[in-house]
């Protein structure tokens, strides 16, 4: 498994590194850390899938991201002064992480500066991420939008002969969306009469992973979209 975190890294360096790990095992819908909680370490994403999560004002819960297989979490509190969790992570199936105590990743930032590049180059990509995701809101469509997380989750999840099983019920889809569960069954019930999706209970099956990167407007790869247009 690797970690772009680490990319830096010659093998021997990361192998010494990986070996102070600890591994932690989480099963599903169990929290790993809670938004404000104190950060001493650092996840590496090893199998699963886990979600991050925000609180809003009125209660209720946004999902940012799904995490899986070779992502990481946790170094953005380690960086902050008050040195508090700035979201919540949830396992959505059972998962492993690989854990890093933040002295010990505190101390590898100290001591090498490669790693100071690497992690700011990473933080400037999730920077422009977050920012698309907010023109995106701005200026694109709910049906796009919709578009753009299933493929995205598809891409999490695996994408074979043109299809992709995502395990997620229409709430948790919903999230990722920014919208209400109602409007985002109707996109989804649209496409199921087009015949590009299959809604299932606690899941959406994608029957044309070809034909929905047309209609979002993406170019460049599914892993890295951009779309072609804010205008619908």
């Given at each position: 498994?690797?970690?772009?975190?680490?990319?830096?890294?010659?093998?021997?360096?990361?192998?010494?590194?990986?070996?102070?790990?600890?591994?932690?095992?989480?099963?599903?819908?169990?929290?790993?850390?809670?938004?404000?909680?104190?950060?001493?370490?650092?996840?590496?994403?090893?199998?699963?899938?886990?979600?991050?999560?925000?609180?809003?004002?009125?209660?209720?819960?946004?999902?940012?991201?799904?995490?899986?297989?070779?992502?990481?979490?946790?170094?953005?509190?380690?960086?902050?002064?008050?040195?508090?969790?700035?979201?919540?992570?949830?396992?959505?199936?059972?998962?492993?992480?690989?854990?890093?105590?933040?002295?010990?990743?505190?101390?590898?930032l100290e001591s090498d500066p490669r790693m100071g590049v690497a992690l700011s180059a990473l933080l400037a990509d999730r920077?422009?991420?977050?920012?698309?995701?907010?023109?995106?809101?701005?200026?694109?469509?709910?049906?796009?939008?919709?578009?753009?997380?299933?493929?995205?989750?598809?891409?999490?999840?695996?994408?074979?002969?043109?299809?992709?099983?995502?395990?997620?019920?229409?709430?948790?889809?919903?999230?990722?969306?920014?919208?209400?569960?109602?409007?985002?069954?109707?996109?989804?019930?649209?496409?199921?009469?087009?015949?590009?999706?299959?809604?299932?209970?606690?899941?959406?099956?994608?029957?044309?992973?070809?034909?929905?990167?047309?209609?979002?407007?993406?170019?460049?790869s599914v892993r890295n979209p951009t779309f072609g247009a804010f205008a619908d």
């Amino acid at each position: 498994m690797e970690w772009p975190l680490f990319a830096a890294l010659q093998d021997a360096e990361r192998e010494s590194l990986l070996a102070l790990a600890r591994p932690r095992r989480f099963d599903r819908n169990e929290v790993v850390c809670h938004a404000g909680d104190p950060a001493d370490s650092l996840h590496l994403v090893e199998a699963g899938h886990l979600a991050v999560r925000g609180a809003l004002p009125s209660g209720n819960t946004a999902t940012f991201r799904v995490l899986a297989a070779g992502d990481y979490f946790g170094e953005l509190a380690l960086l902050r002064k008050d040195g508090l969790r700035t979201a919540s992570v949830v396992a959505l199936e059972p998962s492993r992480t690989l854990v890093i105590a933040g002295t010990t990743f505190r101390r590898l930032l100290e001591s090498d500066p490669r790693m100071g590049v690497a992690l700011s180059a990473l933080l400037a990509d999730r920077i422009d991420q977050l920012s698309g995701r907010l023109l995106e809101t701005m200026y694109v469509g709910l049906d796009r939008r919709v578009y753009g997380r299933l493929l995205e989750l598809a891409t999490s999840y695996g994408i074979a002969d043109n299809r992709a099983s995502i395990p997620l019920g229409q709430t948790s889809i919903a999230d990722l969306v920014g919208a209400t569960r109602p409007s985002v069954n109707q996109v989804l019930q649209r496409l199921a009469r087009d015949g590009l999706v299959e809604i299932r209970r606690g899941g959406v099956d994608l029957l044309d992973v070809a034909e929905l990167t047309r209609r979002a407007g993406w170019s460049g790869s599914v892993r890295n979209p951009t779309f072609g247009a804010f205008a619908d």
